[in-house]
């Protein structure tokens, strides 16, 4: 059964660093593509960022571009999404995926996790 884990949102102050991690279990990663989306009440799931799994190329909605940094550790079965010079409107709930392409549309991922919580204050 495949298993998506998030771990490390919390609470920070604007300007302040995160990193998230996504822990994969349950089967071969190896020719999937790993996103992040976020959302927030009363709206979609929201595109952040992707990685091939076996390539490691990456793609980043505008808005995150040079601030995160997502990456995966494949002896680890661990992706990261580590976040720096974090904003108020980055507060939201981030969720880990996997799909079989890299996509921004949350439709062509195939698993998801729980999601964690990450807030921004001012």
């Known amino acids: 059964q495949v298993q998506l884990v998030e771990s490390g949102g919390g609470l920070v102050q604007a300007g302040g660093s995160l990193r998230l991690s996504c822990a994969a279990s349950?089967?071969?990663?190896?020719?999937?593509?790993m996103g992040w989306f976020r959302q927030v009440p009363g709206k979609g799931r929201e595109f952040v960022a992707t990685?091939?799994?076996?390539?490691?190329?990456?793609y980043y909605a505008d808005s995150v571009k040079g601030r995160f940094t997502i990456s995966r550790d494949n002896a680890k079965n661990t992706m990261y999404l580590q976040m720096n010079s974090l904003k108020p409107e980055d507060t939201a709930l981030y969720y880990c995926?996997?799909?079989?392409?890299?996509?921004?549309?949350?439709?062509?991922?195939?698993?998801w996790g729980q999601g964690t919580q990450v807030t921004v204050s001012s």
């Open positions: 990685v091939s799994w076996s390539t490691g190329t990456t």
């Open positions: 995926a996997a799909g079989g392409v890299m996509a921004t549309s949350p439709h062509h991922y195939d698993y």
């Open positions: 349950g089967r071969t990663f190896s020719n999937y593509a």
